[in-house]
């Protein structure tokens, strides 16, 4: 609105999210929208007509302390097309965050993109100066690799990847423990799936999977999972994680990115990538980012408009790795190898697999609570919680998080059916566990949807 305070959409300001919650702001920069490669996804890509231009490293120096003394940013994001060469790029974006870290006094939060390429000697320099730093890997197999970015090989992705993830600490020790994993070729980075699925990451430097699986003897799983090393989720190798803590590079660690929609991977085989390589280099996070087409270029697909419900469905599916203990073949599999657009995965997962439910809500430990569609870390914890002051009810359940409107369905609470407190289908005898595919549209149905989440009161039984 013309004449009023303050904005949302200022161009270059974006933000990101420290690990205590905190709202970062940061300026995101190219250093130079020029570009060596020829990635078919990208505007500034070689092959597009478009008017090139460039930062001199000391005015970019000048601008961030700039902008972070007027209070407009707490930090900066620097990435650059590809000038000349990736090492040449890398010691200009590295000049960047060494003059602000060592002449500037610049104390904010620096994210450094590494150009795919980079040498480790440098990988290694800018990571000194930088609180992240990131590898984007952008697509999800070798051959797409090829065809859609083919200036980028998987080796120059993935050995700065992991030159990261052994100078922040994570490697070192695996590979301490498992010196002959560093000698092994990766196959496949999607081991885990079955042949017939479109696409992996061939030629990767270490097979992420199963070396870092092979870390962590005898981990904890949930009832009903096999107990194999190898079978470790994302949520579990979390918490065993151990670091150098000599290491104290990166203190926010790596992160990439996966380009959605512009190759024919399915959504399997990129949770399973994603999976890789949370286990195999400590990745913090996977972004993935919908395919927005800029122009017409035939390596692409036709697509009316980024695919944003995908991405969607993907950041939901990546969140069941990173706090619900899920593992890729579990969300999707062979027969179901794209995420249901119409549904959470986790719901579409619970009616995959009926044979679990109802979970009791006062005996049902953490691991299995987490798996009920509606019930998330928070609340999970909470039931735990409250279970040792009392037997729980139904109508208690919404206060401690719960989101009943989808619960309902998969709990019992003292051995009754919670469903039956709310539906005139359950009340009729119908067990909608048996019936999988009434049980969807009834989730799918939008009485049951836009239920209004108004909090029921708080009530408590006592023994
Ligand atoms: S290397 Fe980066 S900037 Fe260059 S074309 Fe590829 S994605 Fe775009």
New binding site residues.
């Given amino acids: 609105m013309r004449g009023g305070v303050g904005t949302g959409a200022v161009g270059g300001i974006c933000h990101a999210w420290a690990a205590d919650g905190r709202c970062i702001s940061l300026l995101k920069v190219l250093l130079s929208n020029t570009?060596a490669?020829?990635?078919a996804y990208?505007v500034?890509?070689?092959s597009n007509d478009i008017r090139r231009t460039a930062f001199e490293p000391e005015e970019l120096v000048r601008l961030i302390m700039d902008f972070y003394r007027r209070n407009y940013i707490e930090g900066a994001f620097l990435s650059s097309?590809?000038i000349g060469c990736p090492d040449g790029t890398m010691e200009r974006l590295i000049h960047i965050a060494r003059t602000l870290r060592t002449r500037e006094h610049f104390n904010g939060y620096i994210h450094i993109k590494i150009i795919p390429g980079t040498s480790e000697r440098l990988v290694l320099e800018a990571a000194r100066w930088a609180d992240r730093a990131s590898v984007n890997i952008?697509l999800p197999s070798s051959a797409s690799l090829v065809q859609i970015?083919p200036d980028k090989k998987p080796e120059a992705i993935f050995g700065p990847m992991r030159a990261l993830a052994r100078a922040s600490g994570f490697e070192s020790r695996l590979l301490a423990e498992h010196p002959q994993a560093e000698n092994r070729k990766l196959p496949d980075m999607t081991p885990r799936l079955a042949s017939g699925q479109v696409g992996h990451i061939a030629g990767a430097p270490t097979p992420p999977t199963e070396i870092a699986r092979s870390n962590y003897p005898n981990p904890p799983s949930p009832p009903g999972r096999d107990r194999s090393p190898l079978s470790l989720s994302v949520m579990e190798a979390r918490k065993k994680r151990l670091r150098n803590p000599e290491a104290d590079i990166i203190p926010a660690g790596q992160t990439t990115q996966l380009v959605i929609g512009a190759s024919p991977e399915s959504d399997a085989t990129i949770l399973a990538l994603a999976e890789n390589l949370y286990l195999a280099f400590d990745v913090r996070r996977v972004y993935y980012s919908a395919f927005i087409p800029t122009g017409n270029d035939p390596r692409l697909p036709v697509v009316g408009k980024p695919p944003l419900a995908r991405e969607h469905r993907l950041y939901q599916a990546d969140w069941l790795f990173r706090f619900y203990g899920f593992k890729a073949n579990e969300i999707l599999d062979p027969a179901h190898p794209f995420l249901d657009m119409s549904l959470d995965p986790k719901s579409s997962w619970a009616l995959r697999n009926p044979g679990i439910f109802p979970v009791e809500i006062n005996t049902a430990d953490y691991n299995v609570l987490l798996r009920v569609p509606g019930i998330g870390p928070k609340s999970a914890s909470r039931i735990i919680a409250a279970r040792r002051c009392g037997t729980l009810r139904i109508a208690s359940l919404a206060a401690l998080g719960v989101v009943m409107r989808r619960a309902r369905w998969f709990i019992t609470v003292s051995g009754k059916l919670a469903a039956k407190e709310f539906d005139e289908i359950s009340m009729r005898g119908w067990h909608l566990l048996e019936h999988p595919e009434l049980l969807r549209r009834v989730l799918l149905d939008p009485a049951f949807r836009d239920e209004p989440s108004s909090q029921l009161e708080f009530q408590w039984e006592t023994d």
């Fill in positions: 570009c490669y020829d990635c990208c500034n890509r070689r097309g590809v952008e970015a």
